[in-house]
């Protein structure tokens, strides 16, 4: 199917003013959502939606969490045969607190949803007050994930995953940069010091740009960040990718080993995008939007361009997010209590 650009959504226009790289991932993403049968009306219940949904994206425009929110909305909204779009409101700040809070406060009616991350099961383990329960927002469903991908400089001298983690092992350790407290790329390298004996001195920045660029400009020594951040970046020869986080390789980078495969076995995580709901969203408005969701990312249309810039389709059950929820947050929780991770 031919790429449209005059016909992209209006934000994506905006994203190109900012970032051609991020416009034209973003039109890729999205170019594909069309032409998806709806499923069968009685599966929302008969008075839903009576308004416009909306998705709140706790990051900035751009990001692995808004772009895969974005492809969520569009095909949700598709399989649902809605007249309208679903929008995305952006509500960056706290580390998904800000865009969470407003989400966990919100009427749950059924019309706002929060794109999760990883954030969302961790800031009450690291922050010191929050101003949300955990129980205030109830996982629906998991969209798609974007595989961690360490990298270093292209001038670094570390040609693998293992000569890095081992010239880490001495006294003064090696420089990561991360996205401040808790963020994906903070949790890989603790996972490394702490499963692998590996000696990272984290180098927090504002944002997954600020650090991705911190390597880029051979500032730091490594770091990790978003498949879908980072595959236009190897494309330019600027860095190089020395294994990525996930349980099986990035469809896009076929050749790039896990870090299992690498044997760093406990090293197994990466930047995801869900839904969750208010507490206290009827039940059938939220199995309508989970199979929303699962059909709309199970489409070959959709799931082929998210493969395409590095993002992996996962969809399912309302059930088997769950159960990623709380694996996650078991595992996490653990990084968090050995490497004392707390936000000053």
């Known amino acids: 199917m ?10 994506l226009k905006k994203l190109a003013q900012s970032s051609l790289c991020l416009n034209t991932l973003g039109q890729r993403l999205l170019g594909g959502l069309t032409g998806l049968s709806a499923i069968p009306a009685q599966a929302a219940t008969q008075s839903w939606p009576s308004k416009q949904i909306h998705f709140v994206v706790p990051f900035s425009a751009g990001g692995a969490n808004d772009l895969i929110g974005r492809a969520g909305a569009e095909g949700a909204a598709k399989a649902l045969g809605l007249e309208q779009p679903i929008l995305i409101d952006n509500k960056p700040g706290g580390g998904t607190t800000l ?42 469903a998991m969209i798609a994930l974007a595989p ?56 927090p920045f504002k944002s997954g740009s600020e650090s991705l660029n911190a390597v880029i400009g051979a500032q730091v020594d490594a770091t990790s960040e978003a498949s879908i951040i980072v595959l236009p970046h190897l494309s330019s020869g600027r860095i190089r990718a020395l294994a990525t986080t996930w349980t099986q390789r990035i469809t896009a980078l ?74 996650e947050r078991a595992k996490l929780s653990m990084v968090v209590k050995e490497s004392a991770m707390v936000e000053d």
């Open 148 to 203: 961690s991908i360490i990298i270093v400089p292209s001038s670094s001298p570390y040609m693998s995953l293992k000569d890095l983690v081992q010239k880490s092992q001495t006294p003064n350790g090696l420089n990561f940069s991360t996205a401040g407290t808790g963020s994906t790329p903070h949790f890989v390298a603790e996972l490394l010091n702490l499963r692998h004996n590996a000696n990272f001195k984290m180098v």
């Open 99 to 140: 865009g969470a809070n407003f989400v966990a406060k919100s009427l749950p009616d059924g019309h706002t949803f929060l794109i999760s991350a990883s954030g969302v099961i961790t800031n009450s383990f690291i922050k010191k007050s929050m101003p949300y329960r955990d129980s205030d927002l109830v996982p629906v």
């Open 2 to 11: 031919p790429y449209e650009f005059s016909q992209r959504r209006a934000v």
């Open 254 to 327: 076929p050749d790039l080993k896990t870090a299992i495969e690498q044997g760093y076995s406990e090293l197994k995580i990466a930047h995801w995008a869900g839904v969750h709901a208010p507490k206290g969203t009827p039940e059938s408005i939220m199995d309508a939007m989970a199979k929303a969701i699962d059909t709309s990312i199970k489409d070959s249309s959709i799931s082929n361009r998210l493969r395409e810039v590095g993002i992996e389709p996962v969809g399912g059950s309302r059930e088997s997010f769950n159960q990623f929820i709380k694996s």
